[in-house]
T-cell receptor
């Protein structure tokens, strides 16, 4: 069945460091891919998404490119801030961009130190 | 922005009792809500899809008689864990689809501990 694998955390970085959180997936066909973020004490929020191969999702300085050939959707940010400290989840769905029935990775906790 | 509220955020119950978790869409109507469960160091796993006015659709391996889902209105879905056991201790999180915008919003999650 479909699955999402993301790098295990926690990831600890200094402010302004470069961030990469790896995400790979196993799925039939062409799923839509998502990154969600969960800040402490809050619900999951959609960070960015890509619905077809070579699409790049971007938001708040974060980027991820849908790579069909490597079945990957790695999350990157050039310069992290303390406020980026959160848990990040990679996810996929086959339901177009409607985000129904999401399949999630285990989440990666990011801590950014001043 | 759209908000989904989940209550309670943390609950401790005794083994054998039942506990109800509420999921409310505060400023939009949601004909579809989803319930997920996350065990420590595991992925969020979809338990069931809740449709307003009809029976929930459960994922394979999820006991529908143990995890009762009611979606009686366009803004409220409830998950009741019946005859809870310690192995039901987990993080439960709901999401709701905004019918108009077709966007999913997640609640804050509920930590259930069964002792």
């Amino acid at each position: 069945g479909d699955s999402v694998t993301q790098m295990e955390g926690p990831v600890t970085l200094s402010e302004e460091a470069f961030l990469t959180i790896n995400c790979t997936y196993t799925a039939t066909g062409y799923p839509s891919l998502f990154w969600y973020v969960q800040y402490p004490g809050e619900g999951l929020q959609l960070l960015l998404k890509a619905t077809k191969a070579d699409d790049k999702g971007s938001n708040k300085g974060f980027e991820a490119t849908y790579r069909k050939e490597t079945t990957s959707f790695h999350l990157e940010k050039g310069s992290v801030q303390v406020s980026d400290s959160a848990v990040y989840f990679c996810a996929l769905t086959h339901y177009g961009g409607s985000q129904g029935n999401l399949i999630f990775g285990k989440g990666t906790k990011l801590s950014v130190k001043p | 922005g759209a908000v989904v509220s989940q209550h309670p955020s943390r609950v401790i119950c005794k083994s054998g009792t039942s506990v109800k978790i509420e999921c409310r869409s505060l400023d939009f109507q949601a004909t579809t809500m989803f319930w997920y469960r996350q065990f420590p160091k595991q992925s969020l796993m979809l338990m069931a899809t809740s449709n307003e006015g009809s029976k929930a659709t459960y994922e394979q391996g999820v006991e529908k008689d143990k995890f009762l889902i009611n979606h009686a209105s366009l803004t409220l879905s409830t998950l009741t864990v019946t005859s809870a056991h310690p192995e039901d201790s987990s993080f439960y999180i709901c999401s709701a689809r905004d019918t108009v915008g077709n966007t999913i919003y997640f609640g804050e999650g509920s930590w259930l501990t069964v002792v």
